[in-house]
């Protein structure tokens, strides 16, 4: 019913979801997890039932207020619209805009190009073209946010860039990127996972972490 | 100065920088364009001076009231938040989540790896690939258009949604991607073409536009 929690469909190592979880965390909003495993049985998200909650067939689909969404993105705004608590993006325009432009770097420009999907279609080069569009993502974002970044992204609040920011921090460790590169990007980085919200919500804690990944 | 007309740097066939023009043309405002050419001298894009407007070297960048703002709908967004006029984004929280979703999903789920940049860097089979992505997202938004269409993509009002579907479907076009398969996208784009903020600022009749692409 609309007035039950939340469910979120997703799957613990997703960066998308992972964003999602902080979102609902840093809101302090109980939601349910439901996990889709992306690579188990030639990936659930292929499967018909999945198919109605999110047509792209990618995790995140969120159940909310009776209606199902997908990205993550969309998500995080329509919690912080319809959510007391912190907010998640500033109440300045020009802030705001900094906040998305920053988010969708990460979300359209970088994400997007190193996704399990994507990787697999590459075939060759997998590791070596995902290190290229982080690094090139990262190459773009590091002098944005020598610019807008106090202690976090834009200024000293929290924000949706740095519910981007760390999750695709996670990623391009993943793929063994050089973040000696990227010096504020990797202290936004580390200062946000002492955040309890980022910490608790993170891949190696989840529901459905394998346990020779839990930490 | 903060109170000159904004500049848009883009390219006529860019479906960013129309996304941009669209959305300063549905509010009735004037801005400057400034060509910068994707082909011309190996890619204006990737001069010093241009990547200072936009560290992601990529089009649009645009200068507005002092700032220097990429990502359209970062651009969007922002533009609806600050000036008065037709609202981009529906008052209703879930149907702003339903036009930042169908948004989301061509700005980070089809066009980024559908771009000029990706599709140089795929090497063969470029046209295959635009089509094998354009092709999976067209697949995904045709049932939540059918669930979310009114005359326009979320109801009866033009939203960021609908500047996102147009130059999408232009895209498609060009990549020759079969939109018989696709009848709700196929009339809403018809509809919107009709709408003079779509139709004069089409690729066909930019600043920029080559003669022989003009029509």
């Known amino acids: 019913s609309?007035?039950?929690?939340?469910?979120?469909?997703?799957?613990?190592?997703?960066?998308?979801?992972?964003?999602?979880?902080?979102?609902?965390?840093?809101?302090?909003?109980?939601?349910?997890?439901?996990?889709?495993?992306?690579i188990k049985d030639g990936g659930q998200q292929y499967s018909e039932q999945y198919k109605t909650l999110n047509p792209m067939?990618?995790?995140?689909?969120?159940?909310?207020?009776?209606?199902?969404?997908?990205?993550?993105?969309?998500?995080?705004?329509?919690?912080?619209?319809?959510?007391?608590?912190?907010?998640?993006?500033?109440?300045?325009?020009?802030?705001?805009?900094?906040v998305r432009m920053i988010s969708d770097i990460i979300a359209s420009g970088i994400q997007p190009l190193q996704n399990l999907y994507v990787i697999q279609k590459i075939g060759t080069e997998k590791v070596q073209w995902a290190?290229?569009?982080?690094?090139?993502?990262?190459?773009?974002?590091?002098?944005?946010?020598?610019?807008?970044?106090?202690?976090?992204?834009?200024?000293?609040?929290?924000?949706?860039?740095?519910?981007?920011?760390?999750?695709?921090?996670?990623?391009?460790?993943?793929?063994?990127?050089d973040m000696d590169q990227f010096p504020t990007i990797k202290r936004l980085n580390q200062t946000l996972l002492e955040i309890e919200a980022f910490n608790t919500t993170h891949p190696s804690c989840q529901p459905d972490t394998p346990a020779d990944l839990q930490k």
């Not at 840093?26 to 997890?33: H, N, S």
């Not at 773009?140 to 519910?163: F, H, N």
């Open 2 to 38: 609309a007035s039950s929690a939340p469910i979120l469909h997703g799957y613990f190592r997703s960066s998308c979801s992972w964003r999602v979880r902080i979102a609902f965390a840093l809101k302090g909003i109980e939601f349910d997890q439901v996990p889709v495993n992306l």
């Open 57 to 98: 067939q990618q995790v995140p689909a969120v159940e909310i207020d009776g209606v199902t969404l997908s990205q993550s993105l969309a998500v995080i705004q329509y919690i912080d619209e319809t959510r007391p608590g912190l907010r998640l993006l500033p109440a300045d325009p020009q802030k705001r805009a900094q």
């Open 131 to 177: 290190q290229h569009f982080i690094n090139r993502g990262f190459q773009a974002l590091e002098p944005i946010l020598k610019q807008t970044a106090g202690k976090y992204c834009v200024g000293d609040e929290v924000s949706m860039a740095d519910i981007c920011l760390v999750p695709q921090v996670y990623n391009a460790e993943r793929f063994k990127v």
